[in-house]
C-alpha cells in the first residue's frame, strides 16, 4: 500500500444514514470498526444495533469504486435492561464493537454495551433444502401414506440471506460501565474493562471469567483514577495496556502474576506546570489507546492531543500532536456544555505511518508521523460529490480571519467526530459524524 | 500586601471560582436522572473540579484577609487532601501556604465531625435556613427535594444552607461513595 504522500489527496466515496437534521437519539453512531481484512466494516448505535457494510469486490477493476460498501447485514445486538437491585436503567447503547479473525465461513465479532458483552456470528446463506421426505414445502406435514418412494433433499439455490445469531452472552461480571473491550492474539481470549476492574475472559466460557486487573480502592472516598481504555498487544498474547483519567498508561505482563494490579511499565508525561488551570485533570484523562499494528508503539488521544509513545519508553511520548490547540483557551465554556468530556478515539492507517482522529464543526485530522505533516478535513453532505476531493480546512485561532478559514467562535460543538477507523490495507476512511458514516478514498490518478 | 487591584484580581478569582462550582454542582444533580445511572468516571471529574474550585475560592477569599500568627501545620486531615500539596493552579495571586492551611484546619474538623457521626449530624449543620451574610447564596439547586442515597443527603444539606464554603468542605469524595 502506497504511503500517503505530501500531495496525498481524499476524496468523498460515500455516506450512510439519515440526511435530515433532526437526529433520533437512537440514530448516534456510537463505535466504527473495520474487520482485519476491511472488506467489512461494522458500526453500532444508541439504539443498540448494529449495522456491518461489505466492500463489494466485484468493483475492485474499476479503481475509482473499489470502495463501496453496502448494507450485508443489520441486528438488534442489545435491548435496554433494567437492573431492579440497583433501580438503574441500563443502556442499550454499543460502546465497542471488535472482530475476530476469520477462521470459517462465519464472521464473528464482539460487541458490548455497559454490562454485557455478546458474541455474534454472522453467517451466509444461500442454498436451501428442497425434497423432503415427510414435509410438504410450504412446512405442512404429508400424509405418511402417501409416500411411496424415499428421496434425498437438494440443496437449490436462493437468495443470500445474512443471518446474525448470538452466539455467546458474557453477563454479570462488571460492576462499573464497560468502556473497552480487546480480543487477544491468541484468539482463544478477551478482556473486558470497566471503570476499576479488567476481565479475562474465554470466548467459549460465558459463566466464568478472570479478573486480571483491580483498581477499586478499600474506601471508595480515596478514589482517584479511572480505567478508561484497554487492549491487548496485537503480537504478545501476554501483554496489554490501559489508560487511565489521570494520563498515564500502565502496561501488564499477564505472565508476572494473576491479579495484574503491579504493572510493569507506566508511561507518564509530567505536566507543564504553564498550562495548569482548574481543567487540567478533566483534559489529560485519556479517551482511548490503540497500539500500532507492528506492536512497537501505542497512541494515546486526551482531550487536547494525541500522544505516539514507544514501549521502551516511558518518561514521556516520542510524539505529540495537537488536534485543536485553539481550545485551550475556552476550556471554561467547553465544562459549561459538557464538550469537555467528549471521549475522542484515535486510528492508525495499515503500516503505523498515520494517525487519525476527530474534533468538532465535523472536523477530523491526520497527522502524518515521518513527514510531520497534518491535515484537517471536514465531512459533510456539502462536500459529498462523487468522488469529490476533500479540501483542507483551517481553523484561525485568533487575530485576522483569512479566506476560507473558520474562527474558533463559529464552530458547531453539536457535530463532533468521535469515533474515526482507517482499512487495514488500503486507503479507505470510515468517519463517523453524530448519525452519519461518510467513507473516503484516497484520490486515484 | 493587597493592593486595591490585586483585590479586584482576586473578587474576580473568587467569582470565577464560584460560578464554576455552581456549574459543577447542577451537572452532578442532572447526572442523577442520568439514563444508565450515575457515571463513575464523569463524577470523579467533576468532584476534581470542584476540589480544585474550593482551593481557589478559599485562597483567593483568606487572600483578601490579613492573616497573622504562626503557620499551622499543612498536614491534610482526611485522605481526599493528600492530592492538594501538588495543586498549583496558575493564578495572578499567589496563594500562601499558610493562608491555605489556614482553611484546612476548619474544613477538617467540619469533616471529622461529619465522619465521625453520619446518623447524628446536630440540627444545626443540617439547617436548611439560607443565611443572611451569604447573600450571592446559590440559586442554582433544586427547590424541590429529591430522594438522595446517604451521603448526598449532607452534600444536599449543605447546599441548602447556602453555606458554600460548608457545602465545599464536606468531603467532595462523600458523593463518589455513594456509589
Redesign the interface.
Known amino acids: 500500500m502506497a504511503g500517503p504522500g505530501a500531495d496525498m489527496q481524499w476524496c468523498f466515496s460515500q455516506v450512510k444514514g439519515a440526511i435530515d437534521d433532526d437526529v433520533a437519539e437512537a440514530d448516534i453512531i456510537s463505535t466504527v470498526e473495520f474487520n482485519h481484512t476491511g472488506e467489512l466494516l461494522a458500526t453500532g448505535d444508541k439504539g443498540g444495533r448494529v449495522v456491518i457494510f461489505q466492500q463489494e469486490i466485484e468493483n475492485k477493476n474499476l479503481p475509482q469504486f473499489r470502495s463501496e460498501y453496502n448494507v450485508y447485514s443489520t441486528f438488534q445486538s442489545h435491548e435496554p435492561e433494567f437492573d431492579y437491585l440497583?433501580s438503574?436503567?441500563?443502556?442499550e447503547?454499543i460502546n465497542k464493537i471488535r472482530w475476530l479473525p476469520q477462521k470459517n465461513a462465519a464472521q464473528f465479532l464482539l460487541s458490548t454495551n455497559?454490562k454485557t458483552i455478546k458474541l455474534w456470528k454472522i453467517s451466509e446463506r444461500d442454498k436451501r433444502p428442497e425434497g423432503y421426505n415427510l414435509k410438504e414445502e410450504d412446512g405442512r406435514y404429508k400424509d405418511p401414506n402417501s409416500i411411496t418412494a424415499l428421496r434425498v433433499p437438494v440443496l437449490i439455490p436462493m437468495d443470500l440471506m445474512v443471518e446474525a445469531s448470538p452466539r455467546r452472552v458474557f453477563s454479570n461480571a462488571h460492576t462499573?460501565?464497560i468502556?473497552s473491550i480487546s480480543v487477544n492474539s491468541d484468539n482463544e481470549t478477551y478482556l473486558s474493562a470497566d471503570?476499576?476492574r479488567i476481565n479475562l475472559w474465554n470466548l467459549e466460557i460465558t459463566d466464568r471469567s478472570f479478573n486480571i486487573v483491580d483498581i477499586k480502592p478499600t474506601?471508595?472516598?480515596?478514589?482517584?483514577?479511572?480505567i478508561?481504555a484497554a487492549e491487548f498487544h496485537p503480537l504478545h498474547c501476554n501483554t496489554l495496556v490501559y489508560s487511565s483519567?489521570k494520563g498515564t498508561i500502565r502496561l501488564c505482563d499477564m505472565r508476572e502474576s494473576a491479579l495484574c494490579d503491579k504493572h510493569s511499565k507506566l508511561f507518564e508525561e509530567p505536566e507543564d506546570?504553564?498550562n495548569?488551570?482548574?481543567?487540567s485533570?478533566?483534559i489529560s484523562?485519556i479517551s482511548d489507546v490503540k497500539f500500532s499494528h507492528n506492536g512497537r508503539y501505542m497512541m494515546t488521544r486526551d482531550y487536547l492531543s494525541v500522544k505516539v509513545w514507544d514501549l521502551n519508553m516511558e518518561n514521556r511520548p516520542v510524539e505529540t500532536y495537537q488536534v485543536h490547540e485553539y481550545l485551550r483557551s475556552k476550556l471554561?465554556s467547553l465544562?459549561?456544555n459538557?464538550c469537555i468530556?467528549d471521549k475522542f478515539e484515535c486510528c492508525w492507517n495499515g503500516n503505523d505511518s498515520v494517525v487519525m482522529t476527530g474534533s468538532y464543526n465535523n472536523f477530523f485530522r491526520m497527522f502524518e508521523r515521518s513527514q510531520r505533516r497534518d491535515v484537517t478535513l471536514e465531512a459533510s453532505r456539502e462536500n459529498s460529490k462523487p468522488l469529490q476531493v476533500l479540501k483542507p480546512r483551517k481553523v484561525c485561532a485568533g487575530g485576522k480571519r483569512k479566506k476560507d478559514e473558520i474562527s474558533v467562535d463559529s464552530l458547531d460543538f453539536n457535530k463532533k467526530i468521535l469515533h474515526t477507523a482507517w482499512h487495514p490495507q488500503e486507503n479507505i476512511i470510515a468517519v463517523a459524524t453524530t448519525n452519519n458514516l461518510y467513507i473516503f478514498q484516497d484520490k486515484v490518478n | 500586601m493587597s493592593t486595591a487591584a490585586d483585590m479586584d484580581v482576586n473578587m474576580d478569582v473568587n467569582m470565577?471560582a464560584r460560578r464554576?462550582l455552581a456549574?459543577s454542582i447542577s451537572?452532578l444533580y442532572a447526572s442523577r436522572a442520568q439514563?444508565?445511572?450515575l457515571?463513575?468516571?464523569?463524577s470523579?471529574?467533576l468532584s476534581?473540579?470542584m476540589r480544585?474550585?474550593r482551593d481557589?475560592y478559599h485562597s483567593s477569599s483568606r487572600d483578601s484577609e490579613p492573616h497573622s500568627g504562626p503557620s499551622p501545620p499543612e498536614e491534610p486531615m482526611d485522605?481526599?487532601s493528600s492530592?492538594e500539596p501538588e495543586r498549583?493552579?496558575?493564578e495572578p495571586q499567589p496563594t500562601s501556604p499558610s493562608a491555605q492551611a489556614a482553611t484546612e484546619e476548619p474544613e477538617a474538623e467540619y469533616e471529622r465531625g461529619a465522619s465521625g457521626d453520619k446518623e447524628n449530624l446536630s440540627p444545626a449543620k443540617q439547617s436548611r435556613k439560607r443565611r443572611g451574610k451569604t447573600s450571592a447564596a446559590p440559586d442554582f439547586l433544586p427547590s424541590k427535594r429529591a430522594r438522595l442515597e446517604p451521603g448526598e443527603e449532607r452534600y444536599a444539606a449543605c447546599c441548602r444552607s447556602g453555606h458554600p464554603e460548608s457545602l465545599t468542605s464536606l468531603?467532595l469524595?462523600?458523593v463518589?461513595?455513594a456509589?
Open positions: 440497583k438503574l436503567e441500563i443502556e447503547k455497559d462499573y460501565h468502556n471503570d476499576l474506601n471508595m472516598e480515596e478514589l482517584t483514577e479511572v478508561t483519567s506546570p504553564s495548569r488551570s482548574f481543567f485533570e478533566i484523562s471554561c465544562y459549561e459538557d468530556f | 470565577e464554576i456549574v451537572k439514563r444508565g445511572g457515571r463513575l468516571h464523569r470523579l471529574l476534581l473540579v480544585s474550585a481557589i485522605t481526599t492530592v498549583t493552579v496558575s468531603s469524595n462523600r463518589i461513595s456509589f
